[in-house]
């Protein structure tokens, strides 16, 4: 929350100093919090794909990705949208440029990651942080993945309606 003396700094600079300001703090964000969670799901694919465990990936997950539209390998891009919403949207970028899921799969995919995103750190800072009832931990953490597979089938439908899917 902003103090008096912090609205009255404000108050005292210009638009172009206001934007400035505010061009830093966006910077920072991506440099401290976005691009870690990019490198890190690019990091995760690279490392799946040289032990030769994206195949297996893709044949345990295929029967459950199949429900969406998806091939098995699009769970990772899910698994990495929990620690961090670029993550996972950078590993169904990642994907779509291997060919392994196309356009449309990358689509049913990033309302997903968007919807159960940073599931991990927001569960962390702010259920735990808040000392919420441990009673509840469970409804908690599995309301963004149940909304996650209602807009991925969501998706998936309306992408079927117009012809894409």
Known sequence: MATA????????????ELF?????KGFYIGVELITPAMV?????LAFLKYLGIM?????????????????????L???A??????AGAATAASLYAAGTITAAQA???????????????????????CQVRSLYYPVMFL?????????????????FFYGIA
Request: glycine content about 8%; overall charge positive; some cysteine.
């Open 107 to 129: 689509t049913i995919l990033f309302p997903a990651c968007i919807t159960m995103g940073t599931l991990i750190g927001h569960f962390a800072r702010v259920v735990m942080v």
């Open 81 to 86: 949208a929990f620690f961090a919403k670029a």
């Open 55 to 75: 195949p297996i990936i893709g044949e345990i997950l295929g029967p459950i990705m199949e429900i969406f539209g998806l091939p098995g390998e699009a769970a």
């Open 77 to 79: 891009a899910l698994l």
């Open 5 to 16: 003396q912090t609205v009255k700094e404000n108050k005292k600079l210009s638009a172009p």
């Open 40 to 44: 890190m799901a690019y990091a995760l």
């Open 143 to 159: 309301t963004p993945i149940i909304d996650a597979v209602i807009v991925m089938w969501l998706t998936r439908a309306i992408l």
């Open 20 to 24: 400035m300001q505010g061009a830093k």
